[in-house]
């Protein structure tokens, strides 16, 4: 267990605490805002400022159980704010069918994300990941660039499980479509 | 847990530049927002309460005693005795509170003579009870001291607008004093009351010498005063012709004879001789009170400066003397002097024997 998962009472173990957050987390995060917005210096921004965020939950004392999923979860709601920011078009309208409806989830037994995933060029797929609908390509970069599991990234996206999954199966099927296409 | 792509977006990362140039904005920024420790003083409600009531409850306790404290003390202080504690309570807060009232410096004069009196009495009172300490001589001397300065300055008061009613003002105190003198000194001569007979004999020269000189310089309003006074005297001796005891009747005898050489012009040997003589025959004297109550002396036109000075103070000491006789006549002295003080007065010092100036043999000589 780090630091950065303990509590933290007293005023100058917040701060280090949180200094090493920063440490620790910064590239993943930044991978993440990457991955997600196709555009570095935006990513940088948005870096900055879940960081900033966080801080200033830290001074109104709200208790940090875990800095990873906390950090996350900020910047995962500052890039939602990007999007709707860049589109009109609601997130859940570029979403085929209703996610909660169970005859979806039968896709999931047919193509397995490893199956899937090991049929799809890494490196091309990178490039055209801003080609798929945002939340497909929320789940996958946390799914296969941040290394969260469906379970975590459920919890971050305050979610189910089988959505995370079917996102994931969907935005990898998406992905080596578009692949398919360009080749 | 590893992925596939893991390989691919390793390299995806901030540069040292970005990286440090990031970290020291959020540096900066925790520097303008420094972590507070909020430490929540969440005390119950029912407790918030009962502080608050004990605060109050404390307040108050402490007011009353305050206000207890201020009432109570004049009370308490008026029985008290010179060389208590409450002593000084009664005399400089309880005593000039009851003068507070008066407007005009005769009247001041009047109430201050009484307080004089009031040592006076006191000071009988210790010696009777036998609890005449060094406190309570210190107190007296400073107190008997402090009226007698009260009184001067309220003199000097009524000279800015009546100089001859303050000459005789001044000559009043000084016989005031010189009686007080007289009657300490009878009171305490078995006490070892040093600085008191100091006290009341240094206050009473320096009336006498206050009023000497205010009178040196209105010689003529004096005489005419003197007049009046001796007119006075005589009128009173007459009243007491046959009520004065053989001593008594020979000081009375030996004042006026010296008020008499005085106003003839004779010197202090000359005074002494004319003393005696009048001093021995106790019964010619009472004749010549007859011949003098009608007759008034020649008052010498020439009387030198410094005895027509001494004359005034004289008389007015002598008058004194007369009145007081006549009150002990008409008064008993128990209505007057309380016989034994306030149970808490009562100090342990040595026994003093008590005087017993009527009864004893070489008393009566004196």
Same mark, same amino acid.
């Given at each position: 267990?780090?630091?950065?998962?303990?509590?933290?009472?007293?005023?100058?173990?917040?701060?280090?605490?949180?200094?090493?957050?920063?440490?620790?987390?910064?590239?993943?995060?930044?991978?993440?805002?990457?991955?997600?917005?196709?555009?570095?210096?935006?990513?940088?921004?948005?870096?900055?400022?879940?960081?900033?965020?966080?801080?200033?939950?830290?001074?109104?004392?709200?208790?940090?159980?875990?800095?990873?999923?906390?950090?996350?979860?900020?910047?995962?709601?500052? &890039?939602?704010?990007?999007?709707?920011?860049?589109?009109?078009?609601?997130?859940?309208?570029?979403?085929?069918?209703?996610?909660?409806?169970?005859?979806?989830?039968?896709?999931?037994?047919?193509?397995?994300?490893?199956?899937?995933?090991?049929?799809?060029?890494?490196?091309?797929?990178?490039?055209?990941?801003?080609?798929?609908?945002?939340?497909?390509?929320?789940?996958?970069?946390?799914?296969? &660039?941040?290394?969260?599991?469906?379970?975590?990234?459920?919890?971050?996206?305050?979610?189910?499980?089988?959505?995370?999954?079917?996102?994931?199966?969907?935005?990898?099927?998406?992905?080596?479509? &578009?692949?398919?296409?360009?080749? | 847990?590893?992925?596939?792509?893991?390989?691919?977006?390793?390299?995806?990362?901030?540069?040292?530049?970005?990286?440090?140039?990031?970290?020291?904005?959020?540096?900066?920024?925790?520097?303008?927002?420094?972590?507070?420790?909020?430490?929540?003083?969440?005390?119950?409600?029912?407790?918030?309460?009962?502080?608050?009531?004990?605060?109050?409850?404390?307040?108050?306790?402490?007011?009353?005693?305050?206000?207890?404290?201020?009432?109570?003390?004049?009370?308490?202080?008026?029985?008290?005795?010179?060389?208590?504690?409450?002593?000084?309570?009664?005399?400089?807060?309880?005593?000039?509170?009851?003068?507070?009232?008066?407007?005009?410096?005769?009247?001041?004069?009047?109430?201050?003579?009484?307080?004089?009196?009031?040592?006076?009495?006191?000071?009988?009172?210790?010696?009777?009870?036998?609890?005449?300490?060094?406190?309570?001589?210190?107190?007296?001397?400073?107190?008997?001291?402090?009226?007698?300065?009260?009184?001067?300055?309220?003199?000097?008061?009524?000279?800015?607008?009546?100089?001859?009613?303050?000459?005789?003002?001044?000559?009043?105190?000084?016989?005031?004093?010189?009686?007080?003198?007289?009657?300490?000194?009878?009171?305490?001569?078995?006490?070892?009351?040093?600085?008191?007979?100091?006290?009341?004999?240094?206050?009473?020269?320096?009336?006498?010498?206050?009023?000497?000189?205010?009178?040196?310089?209105?010689?003529?309003?004096?005489?005419?005063?003197?007049?009046?006074?001796?007119?006075?005297?005589?009128?009173?001796?007459?009243?007491?012709?046959?009520?004065?005891?053989?001593?008594?009747?020979?000081?009375?005898?030996?004042?006026?004879?010296?008020?008499?050489?005085?106003?003839?012009?004779?010197?202090?040997?000359?005074?002494?001789?004319?003393?005696?003589?009048?001093?021995?025959?106790?019964?010619?004297?009472?004749?010549?009170?007859?011949?003098?109550?009608?007759?008034?002396?020649?008052?010498?036109?020439?009387?030198?400066?410094?005895?027509?000075?001494?004359?005034?103070?004289?008389?007015?000491?002598?008058?004194?003397?007369?009145?007081?006789?006549?009150?002990?006549?008409?008064?008993?002295?128990?209505?007057?002097?309380?016989?034994?003080?306030?149970?808490?007065?009562?100090?342990?010092?040595?026994?003093?024997?008590?005087?017993?100036?009527?009864?004893?043999?070489?008393?009566?000589?004196?």
């Amino acid at each position: 267990m780090s630091l950065l998962d303990l509590d933290i009472p007293s005023g100058s173990h917040q701060e280090d605490a949180f200094i090493a957050a920063f440490d620790e987390y910064n590239d993943a995060l930044f991978r993440h805002a990457f991955f997600r917005l196709s555009d570095r210096e935006r990513a940088i921004e948005l870096v900055h400022d879940t960081y900033i965020q966080a801080w200033s939950y830290v001074c109104k004392g709200v208790a940090i159980g875990s800095y990873k999923s906390f950090l996350y979860k900020i910047l995962n709601n500052r &890039i939602i704010d990007e999007y709707r920011k860049q589109k009109s078009v609601s997130l859940d309208a570029m979403i085929d069918g209703d996610e909660s409806d169970e005859r979806y989830m039968t896709e999931l037994h047919d193509h397995s994300h490893e199956t899937l995933i090991t049929s799809i060029d890494a490196r091309h797929a990178l490039e055209y990941l801003q080609d798929i609908p945002p939340q497909y390509r929320e789940a996958v970069v946390l799914r296969y &660039i941040d290394g969260l599991s469906p379970k975590e990234i459920a919890e971050l996206i305050e979610t189910t499980e089988n959505v995370v999954s079917l996102r994931i199966h969907r935005g990898l099927k998406a992905l080596k479509k &578009i692949l398919e296409t360009k080749q | 847990m590893k992925s596939p792509w893991s390989t691919y977006v390793q390299d995806t990362k901030l540069n040292t530049t970005e990286r440090e140039e990031l970290r020291a904005r959020l540096l900066a920024y925790m520097e303008y927002h420094p972590y507070r420790v909020l430490v929540p003083q969440r005390v119950p409600f029912l407790e918030r309460i009962m502080q608050r009531a004990n605060a109050a409850r404390m307040i108050a306790s402490a007011s009353m005693a305050v206000f207890i404290a201020i009432i109570a003390t004049p009370f308490l202080a008026e029985s008290a005795n010179p060389g208590d504690l409450l002593y000084a309570v009664k005399t400089r807060v309880n005593e000039p509170l009851q003068g507070i009232t008066l407007s005009t410096p005769e009247e001041k004069i009047a109430f201050e003579m009484k307080l004089l009196e009031k040592r006076v009495l006191e000071t009988q009172l210790l010696v009777d009870t036998g609890t005449l300490s060094v406190q309570a001589e210190e107190d007296l001397s400073k107190n008997i001291k402090r009226h007698s300065g009260e009184i001067q300055k309220n003199i000097e008061e009524i000279a800015t607008t009546n100089t001859e009613e303050a000459i005789y003002a001044k000559a009043d105190l000084a016989a005031e004093l010189t009686k007080t003198q007289d009657i300490v000194t009878a009171i305490v001569s078995d006490q070892p009351a040093e600085s008191l007979k100091k006290a009341v004999t240094e206050a009473k020269d320096v009336a006498v010498e206050l009023a000497t000189v205010a009178a040196t310089s209105s010689q003529e309003q004096v005489m005419g005063h003197v007049e009046r006074e001796l007119s006075r005297a005589y009128e009173l001796r007459a009243s007491l012709e046959r009520k004065l005891s053989e001593e008594e009747v020979t000081e009375v005898a030996r004042r006026f004879s010296r008020i008499e050489a005085l106003l003839r012009g004779e010197t202090p040997v000359a005074l002494a001789t004319s003393t005696e003589a009048a001093s021995t025959t106790s019964a010619s004297s009472s004749e010549m009170v007859v011949v003098q109550t009608f007759v008034a002396p020649e008052i010498a036109t020439s009387t030198p400066p410094r005895a027509s000075d001494d004359i005034l103070t004289r008389i007015k000491t002598l008058i004194t003397y007369l009145s007081n006789t006549a009150l002990r006549q008409s008064v008993p002295k128990e209505e007057v002097i309380p016989e034994t003080p306030a149970p808490e007065a009562v100090v342990e010092t040595a026994p003093q024997p008590k005087a017993e100036a009527t009864t004893t043999p070489e008393k009566a000589t004196e």
